[in-house]
């Protein structure tokens, strides 16, 4: 898993690459990145798939904020970002969400 993050301050945003790997993404037919910047919708932010398998998203987000995301893969399972700025506690017993901090 990686995120590349390029700030773009004059702008007040920060363009964000989500990269699932192909060892990831587990013959995954779809894949979305859901948080709470997109009201942890599973249909605005879907990941496209490279040829080599892996998946990719860019998002452009406003900075000097934090954000909490998962991965959703084929509607029915949930995946952290272990390269992520951190993970944060949920309310349901040992879950986790993954943590962006711009």
């Known amino acids: 898993m990686c995120i590349r993050k390029k700030f773009l301050p004059k702008k007040g945003i920060c363009q964000i690459t989500f990269i699932l790997p192909a060892s990831v993404a ?16 599973s249909e605005k932010n879907p990941m496209k798939k490279q040829k080599d398998g892996k998946f ?32 944060t ?6 879950r986790f969400n993954s943590l962006l901090r711009l």
Request: proline letters at 4%; charged letters at 25%.
């Open 89 to 94: 506690e949920t309310p349901y017993k040992n």
């Open 26 to 41: 587990n013959n995954s037919n779809r894949i979305a990145v859901v948080g709470d910047f997109n009201g942890w919708s």
């Open 56 to 87: 990719t998203c860019t998002l452009k987000l406003p900075m000097w904020k934090k954000y909490q995301f998962q991965y959703l893969l084929d509607d029915t399972h949930w995946e952290n970002d272990w390269e992520s700025d951190g993970l």
